[in-house]
């Protein structure tokens, strides 16, 4: 990088700013959250601010580095105001129109990925795909499956069509608009699906950043938090081919009420996986023939 070294606007004095204005609105891990917004913003790689932290900045640069930074002490989440998160080690466009890829969310991915079929061609489903990370990262890593991608939102499915395409697997990633899998037919080799599970009387008790600025959409569970998930699992049965399995995404102390819908749906040998905080996270039925 070719800047001028400046006593000036450097970028270690905005970091320092920066963080102590997301300091004071209650953010944690402040620091290295000032040092995202200014890395993203001037282009400096790690490697520059380590080398050179006196690598001085445009004034355009800093302008837009203190509205990024203003804006997240309102708490609008980071990925929202990079626009990009990581999932499963690869980047992902994200918006409001979708929430924020979360961590446990992998869980379920590699779940999926541990127990698809190694047959050349198969099928699969993510209901509720939002951006569209578990649709992106299982065509990604399974060969040969061709996955469908639902979602009500047709926001989230514009998103989840760029995340597609940008990971080059469009080709076999076919995003639909509708309610869980209504327009989905043919036997699916598997189903995954991160549906809303929040109970709606708990979410104004969420952290800011999911309450104030993700969709609520994609949050309520309605009245017990499974009221989305109850729906799909009457449903299933129906969609999974025999030999096949779904495998759902579930809030902390859920994990036996939905082994319970997925069992009386008629699926079988229900596995649950915990999360890495040791919460039981993924719940997963097969339908034996
Ligand atoms: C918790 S988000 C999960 C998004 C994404 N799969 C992920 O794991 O990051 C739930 C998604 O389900 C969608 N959704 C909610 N109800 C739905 C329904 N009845 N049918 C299909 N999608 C639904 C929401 O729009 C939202 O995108």
């Known amino acids: ?170 080709d076999r990633v076919l995003s639909v608009r509708c309610d869980l899998l209504a327009a989905v037919t043919g036997a699916l080799d598997f189903v995954v699906a991160n549906l809303p599970y929040v109970r709606s009387r708990d979410i104004d008790q969420l952290q800011p950043e999911i309450r104030d600025f993700e969709p609520r959409g994609a949050l309520d569970g309605g009245a017990d938090g499974l009221c989305v998930i109850r729906r799909l699992s009457v449903q299933l049965f129906d969609h999974v081919a025999t030999g096949g399995f779904a495998a759902l995404e579930v809030g902390a102390g859920q994990a036996d009420e939905v082994a319970n819908l997925l069992g009386r749906g008629g699926l079988r040998s229900i596995e649950v996986v915990p999360d890495y905080s040791g919460i039981d996270r993924v719940v997963i039925g097969w339908r034996r023939g």
């Open 1 to 170: 990088m070719s800047r001028p070294v400046s006593p000036g606007l450097t970028a270690s004095a905005l970091i320092s700013d920066i963080a102590k204005s997301l300091a004071s609105a209650g953010i944690e891990g402040a620091r290295t959250e000032a040092e995202v917004i200014v890395k993203a913003v001037c282009g400096v790689t790690a490697e520059d601010l380590i080398a050179r932290p006196e690598v001085a900045l445009t004034p355009d640069e800093h302008a837009r580095a203190m509205g990024l930074a203003s804006r997240r002490t309102r708490r609008e989440p980071l990925p929202y105001l990079l626009g990009r998160a990581e999932f499963y080690s690869l980047p992902f466009l994200v918006s409001p129109a979708s929430i924020v890829p979360r961590p446990e969310t992998e869980i379920l991915a590699e779940a999926a990925i541990e127990r698809a079929p190694r047959t050349a061609a198969k099928i699969g489903a993510d209901v509720g795909t939002g951006c569209g990370v578990l649709a992106s990262v299982l065509a990604r890593h399974l060969c040969g499956l061709r996955v469908v991608a639902t979602d009500i939102s047709s926001e989230a499915l514009m998103l989840a069509r760029e995340n597609a395409r940008r990971h080059r697997v469009a």
